[in-house]
């Protein structure tokens, strides 16, 4: 079983060798470990540390995309390359390396299909009073809104089996943690979460600049999932919402107008038949929005099957062009990729290992045939090989 350890880094050249140091060599289960550095277009000499470090693969972005492009094209790229498990961690070593054997277990085992390493938020000595409590609180609220429990939401240190991995699409620009949660309650995968103990923090976060702008963007994040998954859900309750405040107000007004008051509160009758018509719009609006996610449905089907098929062929070129293994101690640790995504240098380098074709026979001598015979299509298995002519 084979094990990537991707780590996502923009300008991590002061932490990324002490990472991929402490990301140990041997798992009960993994017969092979290798690492990912996903370059996020940095302007250090995060690569070359990372390459003198022991890197096994660099994948390098042209420009800089933000945490969630990078870990979506290390998820891709460690498909590809063949991973069975695929472990995500952070550049800056906020996580310990020794767990990820608490990580990748479950799933060796087969018990589970995301594991999450959840962080010992109520005895950190590195997070506020504050931040332990919106993190409580956020961890609770995705949890509602995926149906599983975790105990990390925010986490970033997780292991994802190949078929969990393979079913993962994050699209939102901000962070892949939330998303990648909902996602799999919504495909009922298996999610569990492991205790895990991180470093003393060596630098402060880059993902957000204060509380308030990290928690607008969670808000927005987790309603936007939402309601890609459960459209129909989320709009009836919103139309359902403006519909009883408008039947409420129109109810205030049917009260003064029976106690004889029929010349005012035309205001109040105005505003209830505002809400009673929006709330309806916003009904209408989940039933397309439900029409809609069936399309998405079918085309995350259809891409799922497009990455078991590349991942498939990548496998049998892996085969077809594998070299004799050089014995344990004329092994040594290097990188061996280095590529640019957008170019598609991956392809590039699957149509490298294949093996060169032999020339066919049949473009010497043509035998003749008789008129209406029959033309030999070893390639066809039908009739065993043969077919009539025209």
């Given at each position: 079983?084979?094990?990537?350890?991707?780590?996502?880094?923009?300008?991590?050249?002061?932490?990324?060798?002490?990472?991929?140091?402490?990301?140990?060599?041997?798992?009960?289960?993994?017969?092979?470990?290798?690492?990912?550095?996903?370059?996020?277009?940095?302007?250090d000499n995060?690569?070359?540390?990372?390459?003198?470090?022991?890197?096994?693969?660099?994948?390098?972005?042209?420009?800089?995309?933000?945490?969630?492009?990078?870990?979506?094209?290390?998820?891709?790229a460690?498909?590809?390359?063949?991973?069975?498990?695929?472990?995500?961690?952070?550049?800056?070593?906020?996580?310990?390396?020794?767990?990820?054997?608490?990580?990748?277990?479950?799933?060796?085992?087969?018990?589970?299909?995301?594991?999450?390493?959840?962080?010992?938020?109520s005895?950190?000595p590195?997070?506020?009073?504050?931040?332990?409590?919106?993190q409580?609180?956020?961890?609770?609220?995705?949890?509602?809104?995926?149906?599983?429990?975790v105990?990390?939401?925010?986490?970033?240190?997780?292991?994802?089996?190949?078929?969990?991995?393979?079913?993962?699409?994050?699209?939102?620009p901000?962070?892949?943690?939330?998303?990648?949660?909902?996602?799999?309650?919504?495909?009922?995968?298996?999610?569990?979460?492991?205790?895990?103990?991180?470093?003393?923090?060596?630098?402060?976060?880059?993902?957000?600049?204060?509380?308030?702008?990290?928690?607008?963007?969670?808000?927005?994040?987790?309603?936007?999932?939402?309601?890609?998954?459960?459209?129909?859900?989320?709009?009836?309750?919103?139309?359902?919402?403006?519909?009883?405040?408008?039947?409420?107000?129109?109810?205030?007004?049917?009260?003064?107008?029976?106690?004889g008051?029929?010349?005012?509160?035309?205001?109040?009758?105005?505003?209830?038949?505002?809400?009673?018509?929006?709330?309806?719009?916003?009904?209408?609006?989940?039933?397309?929005?439900?029409l809609?996610?069936?399309?998405?449905?079918?085309?995350?089907?259809?891409?799922?099957?497009?990455?078991?098929?590349?991942?498939?062929?990548?496998?049998?070129?892996?085969?077809?062009?594998?070299?004799?293994?050089?014995?344990?101690?004329?092994?040594?640790?290097?990188?061996?990729?280095?590529?640019?995504?957008?170019?598609?240098?991956?392809?590039?380098?699957?149509?490298?290992?294949e093996?060169?074709?032999?020339?066919?026979?049949?473009?010497?001598?043509?035998?003749?045939?008789?008129?209406?015979?029959?033309?030999?299509?070893?390639?066809?298995?039908g009739?065993?090989?043969?077919?009539?002519?025209?």
């Open positions: 079983m084979k094990l990537i350890v991707q780590i996502p880094a923009f300008n991590e050249e002061a932490t990324i060798a002490q990472t991929l140091r402490d990301i140990p060599k041997k798992i009960d289960g993994i017969s092979s470990i290798e690492t990912l550095v996903i370059d996020d277009g940095s302007t995060t690569v070359d540390v990372a390459r003198k470090a022991g890197a096994t693969h660099v994948v390098q972005l042209k420009t800089h995309r933000g945490l969630s492009s990078a870990f979506g094209a290390g998820i891709d460690a498909l590809r390359l063949g991973a069975n498990v695929v472990v995500n961690t952070d550049a800056d070593n906020q996580y310990q390396g020794a767990h990820i054997a608490r990580l990748v277990a479950p799933i060796v085992r087969g018990s589970a299909e995301l594991e999450i390493g959840a962080r010992e938020v005895k950190s590195h997070m506020s009073p504050l931040k332990r409590m919106l409580r609180l956020g961890s609770w609220t995705v949890g509602l809104a995926s149906g599983v429990r105990g990390d939401a925010t986490s970033g240190f997780r292991a994802f089996s190949r078929e969990a991995a393979m079913q993962i699409n994050v699209f939102n901000f962070t892949y943690t939330l998303e990648t949660i909902i996602q799999s309650g919504n495909r009922n995968l298996g999610v569990q979460s492991v205790t895990v103990r991180t470093n003393p923090p060596l630098r402060p976060s880059r993902l957000y600049r204060g509380i308030g702008t990290y928690l607008r963007k969670s808000i927005a994040t987790v309603f936007r999932i939402y309601t890609i998954y459960k459209p129909l859900k989320t709009f009836f309750l919103i139309g359902s919402l403006l519909i009883l405040a408008g039947a409420a107000i129109g109810a205030r007004f049917l009260w003064f107008f029976f106690q008051d029929r010349g005012g509160h035309v205001q109040s009758l105005i505003l209830a038949a505002v809400f009673l018509i929006v709330g309806f719009q916003t009904m209408l609006i989940g039933l397309v929005a439900d809609i996610s069936v399309n998405r449905r079918l085309s995350e089907e259809v891409l799922i099957r497009l990455k078991r098929m590349r991942s498939s062929e990548r496998v049998q070129t892996s085969f077809r062009g594998r070299q004799p293994q050089r014995p344990a101690e004329e092994k040594k640790q290097e990188t061996q990729w280095v590529w640019l995504l957008d170019e598609d240098k991956l392809d590039e380098a699957t149509a490298a290992a093996p060169p074709q032999e020339p066919q026979q049949q473009q010497g001598r043509r035998r003749r045939r008789r008129r209406g015979g029959m033309q030999q299509h070893p390639e066809l298995p009739n065993r090989g043969k077919h009539l002519n025209e």
